[in-house]
């Protein structure tokens, strides 16, 4: 049973574009959302997380929207640079429950 | 700090052979984890422990085993590779519950 469904699996967007990458969640328990970034022949490396007493968190470029009732949050990436090409994971997990649970991954390549 | 590290990063298997894929952090974290990660099929846990002398299963723990002896080690052990685990391993450590991974460089297992 998958527990975070994520689309789109691959997204191909122009330099200076908003990709925009979305996570859907079942277990009303989570309450801790993650995004990893991955660069080929590395492991994921954490890029942003929110907890839901927030709708929106910006780091940077990077924003993750939540939207709790839903049960739905996503990534946007402002600006965005040849550099950001990479695979973007979302995940969940809530206190209690000691496994990360990812989404499938969606393969962002940014064109100049 | 290495963070966590992984060894080896390739290795081809035959078919029936066993292995122990190894796994080390020097953060003093408490949660370790293995996952697999093939293509368009994100991150798929196999096992994992809270501490050590503790493991649990994950979503995938067929054809595996782990032990945890020390807080530093997680080896993963394949008993008589199938085809079937051709895939991208990838160790991970937490300090707890909702805070970030840490993940390693990954090994990249064929079996023939």
């Known amino acids: 049973q998958q527990q975070v469904k994520q689309s789109p699996q691959s997204l191909i967007v122009q330099k200076g574009g908003i990709p925009i990458i979305n996570c859907a969640y079942e277990n009303t328990a989570f309450d801790y959302f993650p995004w990893y970034q991955q660069f080929p022949g590395k492991g994921p490396a954490l890029l942003i997380a929110i907890r839901p007493d927030v709708s929106e968190k910006k780091e940077g470029r990077f924003t993750i929207s939540f939207n709790k009732s839903a049960k739905q949050f996503s990534l946007h990436i402002m600006d965005s640079q040849p550099g950001d090409s990479a695979t973007y994971f979302c995940a969940a997990s809530n206190v209690g429950n000691e496994k990360l649970t990812f989404g499938t991954g969606t393969r962002l390549t940014i064109i100049p | 700090n290495a963070g966590v590290t992984q060894t080896p990063k390739f290795r081809i298997l035959k078919i029936g052979q066993s292995m122990t894929l190894q796994c080390t952090q020097d953060m003093n974290h408490n949660y370790m984890y293995w996952y697999r990660q093939d293509p368009g099929m994100g991150l798929k846990l196999i096992y994992y422990?809270?501490?050590?002398?503790?493991?649990d299963k994950g979503e995938v723990p067929n054809g595996y085993n782990v032990s945890r002896s020390t807080t530093e080690d997680f080896p993963l052990r394949l008993e008589l590779a199938a085809p079937s685990q051709t895939s991208v391993y990838f160790c991970?450590?937490?300090?707890?519950?909702?805070?970030?991974?840490?993940f390693g460089q990954g090994t990249r297992l064929t079996v023939v």
């Open positions: 991970a450590s937490t300090w707890g519950a909702n805070t970030e991974a840490f």
């Open positions: 422990s809270v501490g050590a002398g503790i493991t």
